[in-house]
C-alpha cells in the first residue's frame, strides 16, 4: 500500500478529549480523492490506526489536505496518545484512503452517530445534502460538552440533525429512530453496543439487513474477562492451533503460516468471514445478523471465539 508523509498543518482542539488535526501534502502535490465514508490509516508505535476523513462539502476529489478527528482514550493500546502528542509541524506516515463505509447513491438516508463515531458521517451527510438527498442524523453522546462538532452539524443539517445527550430528556430512542425509517437506508457508525443494540432492534422490526450499513468505532478490545483457550482446527490439513485469551484466530494461524485475508481487524468489514464447520463461535463482531449469528455457519475470524472447546474451519 502506497504511503506518504504528511505534515500537521493545524491542530484544533474540539473538545477535553478530541482533536481535529489538518494534514498537508507536500508542496505541488495533490492528494488522492476520496469517497463519502472513507479513512486514512495513519502509522502510530505499533502498528496503525484508522481514522475517517472529515468534509464539510462534496469536493473530495483533489484534496491538498485530508482532516481527521482523534478521540484519547485512557484505556486504548497508545495510539491515540500518539496521535494527542502531535503538533503542528510534526511529520506522519499516512496510507491512501479507503472506503468501507459507503452511502447508496440517490437513496435516503438514516445516520446514527454514537460519540466519535460521528467523524465518517460529516463527509457522509455533506455528500447526500450536496446531492439533494433526504438526510438525518441522529448524533448521540453523555453530554454536548463531550460531542464534537454540534454546531457545524446544525449549519450543515438544520432540522434534520437531532442531537441526543444520555444527561437530558433527548436521550436516543432506538425505537423511534428505526420507526422513522421508512424505506430509507440506515448507516450506524459508534460503540459495539450501539451497533449491536440498533441492528437488533432493525432486524426485529423486520428492516431488511441490506439496508442497514456499520462501521465500529470503538477504540477497546474484543477481548472479555474470563476468556479461555480454545482450539482451531485447520480442515484442509487437520492442524490444530490453540488460541490462548488475549489473542486471535488470525494472529495465531498467521504466525503458524496461514495466508488468510483480512482488513479491518475490529470485526466490522466482514473480509475474515470464514465458513465454520463444526464448533460454537463466540460471536463478537458487528457483521453477522442476529440470524446468522446464531446459526454459527460463519464468523470473523479477526474478533470472534469459540464457546466450544474447538471450532473446524474450513480453511
Ligand atoms: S477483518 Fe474486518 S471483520 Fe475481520
Not at 500537521?8 to 507536500?26: K, M, N, P
Not at 502531535?86 to 506516515?93: E, H, N, P, T, V
Not at 460503540?191 to 441492528?199: N, S, V
Request: a negative charge; one cysteine or more.
Amino acid at each position: 500500500m502506497t504511503k506518504r508523509q504528511m505534515r500537521v498543518a493545524e491542530r484544533r482542539d474540539l473538545t477535553d478529549r478530541i482533536s481535529e488535526f489538518t494534514l498537508s501534502a507536500a508542496p505541488g502535490e495533490t492528494l488522492p480523492g476520496w469517497q463519502a465514508g472513507a479513512h486514512i490509516r495513519v502509522d502510530v508505535p505499533g502498528g496503525d490506526r484508522a481514522y475517517s476523513l472529515i468534509a464539510w462539502d462534496d469536493a473530495r476529489s483533489a484534496p491538498d489536505t485530508y482532516v481527521i478527528a482523534v478521540q484519547r482514550e485512557e484505556a486504548g493500546a497508545g495510539g491515540s496518545a500518539h496521535m494527542h502528542g502531535l503538533a503542528k509541524g510534526d511529520m506522519i506516515q499516512v496510507a491512501e484512503p479507503k472506503c468501507d463505509f459507503p452511502v447508496v447513491s440517490g437513496q435516503g438516508a438514516v445516520l446514527l452517530a454514537g460519540g466519535i463515531g460521528i467523524t465518517p458521517m460529516i463527509s457522509m451527510a455533506a455528500a447526500l445534502r450536496a446531492a439533494g438527498t433526504d438526510v438525518v442524523l441522529h448524533y448521540a453522546g453523555r453530554t454536548r460538552g463531550v460531542m464534537a462538532y454540534c454546531d457545524a452539524l446544525g449549519d450543515l443539517l438544520g432540522d434534520d440533525l437531532h442531537i441526543h445527550c444520555d444527561d437530558d430528556d433527548s436521550a436516543l430512542n432506538l425505537d423511534a429512530v428505526i420507526d422513522s425509517l421508512g424505506d430509507r437506508q440506515f448507516y450506524i457508525c459508534g460503540p459495539k453496543g450501539m451497533i449491536d443494540g440498533a441492528r437488533s432492534k432493525a432486524e426485529a422490526a423486520g428492516v431488511s439487513p441490506d439496508r442497514v450499513h456499520v462501521e465500529l468505532f470503538d477504540n477497546g478490545s474484543a477481548d472479555a474477562e474470563g476468556d479461555q483457550s480454545f482450539e482451531v482446527e485447520i480442515a484442509s490439513t487437520g492442524e490444530v492451533f490453540t488460541v490462548p485469551p488475549g489473542r486471535t484466530i488470525i494472529e495465531v494461524l498467521e504466525e503458524s503460516g496461514q495466508d488468510l485475508i483480512y482488513d479491518c481487524q475490529r470485526g466490522d468489514c466482514g473480509i475474515c468471514q470464514t465458513d465454520v464447520i463444526s464448533g460454537i463461535p463466540d460471536h463478537r463482531d458487528v457483521v453477522l445478523s442476529d440470524a446468522e449469528k446464531a446459526e454459527g455457519k460463519v464468523m470473523q475470524i479477526c474478533v470472534s471465539r469459540a464457546k466450544s472447546a474447538r471450532l473446524v474451519l474450513d480453511l
